[in-house]
């Protein structure tokens, strides 16, 4: 599976950006999908993940109420939609991708990086205040 991040920019504080993943491969339907982001000089964190279907979603409380994933399992794409951005959204955005099928018991074991294995290259996301 290769991952493609897009989406990324800058924005003033309280904007929206909109960040999409396209996947390559046929097995897109079958993965658990997710977003992490890194700031400067800070650990790479979990922010957001979907189940196979959608149906059900994972979020961190940093970005709880204000962030929404979802995907396209039709086009193969994962999208994070970010609402009311604050400066310390600032960040590199990456999306995830596990090996295969997968069930997360909550978001304590879908924020854990080794259950991903695949990642994309990440887009940068910038908000001003």
């Known amino acids: 599976v290769q991952l493609q991040a897009s989406g990324g920019g800058l924005v003033q504080s309280g904007g929206s950006l909109r960040l999409s993943c396209a996947a390559s491969?046929?097995?897109?339907?079958?993965?658990?999908m997710g977003w992490f982001r890194q700031a400067p000089g800070a650990e790479r964190e979990f922010v957001a993940a979907?189940?196979?279907?959608?149906?059900?979603?994972y979020y961190s409380d940093s970005v709880k109420g204000r962030f929404t994933i979802s995907r396209d399992n039709a086009k193969n794409t994962v999208y994070l939609q970010m609402n009311s951005l604050k400066p310390e959204d600032t960040a590199v955005y990456y999306c995830?991708?596990?090996?295969?099928?997968?069930?997360?018991?909550?978001?304590?074991?879908?924020?854990?990086?080794?259950?991903?294995?695949?990642w994309g290259q990440g887009t940068q996301v910038t908000v001003s205040s």
């Open positions: 995830a991708a596990t090996r295969g099928y997968m069930v997360f018991g909550g978001v304590s074991v879908a924020r854990k990086e080794p259950m991903y294995d695949y």
């Open positions: 491969g046929r097995t897109f339907s079958t993965i658990v």
């Open positions: 979907i189940s196979q279907s959608g149906v059900t979603t």
